[in-house]
């Protein structure tokens, strides 16, 4: 059975947002840098940025080792993705109220979601 949770992670992590402005204006230009920032640091991240991708993907790579090993979602272990796993993903949740460097906050947002589906739970984290 193949589990893809960090790789689905990784996408949503890579997401960036529409410019929507012309590249010509001060706007668009503040827009691109911004993104230009996010994906910089998936690449190279500072002491704040390094620690929370760290813990969002061993979060995603214990998910898909727990999958191989038991041939099922984690979500649908009553105890380890019920209760563990979903308290984990709203942990770093919560983070996102913290310094997050140049990382964007909706992406983040937006991937934990992602990555909770594919664990088998629900993107809100609600039980």
């Known amino acids: 059975m193949s589990h893809k949770c960090r790789q689905?992670?990784?996408?949503a992590l890579a997401k960036t947002g529409k410019i929507t402005s012309s590249l010509t204006t001060a706007n668009g230009k503040a827009q691109?840098?911004?993104?230009?920032?996010?994906?910089?640091?998936?690449?190279?991240p500072n002491k704040f940025e390094a620690p929370l991708l760290g813990m969002i993907r061993s979060i995603?790579?214990?998910a898909d080792d727990h999958a191989t090993r038991y041939g099922d979602d984690i979500g649908n272990d009553y105890y380890t993705g019920g209760e563990?796993?979903?308290?984990m993903l709203r942990g770093w949740n919560g983070l996102l109220s913290c310094e997050h460097g140049r990382l964007d906050g909706g992406v983040l947002s937006s991937a934990i979601g992602d990555l909770a589906e594919a664990c088998g739970?629900?993107?809100?984290?609600n039980s």
């Open 8 to 11: 689905i992670l990784e996408a």
């Open 32 to 44: 691109q840098r911004y993104w230009l920032n996010h994906t910089d640091a998936l690449r190279n």
């Open 60 to 62: 995603a790579d214990y």
């Open 84 to 87: 563990c796993l979903l308290g």
């Open 121 to 125: 739970l629900d993107r809100d984290l």
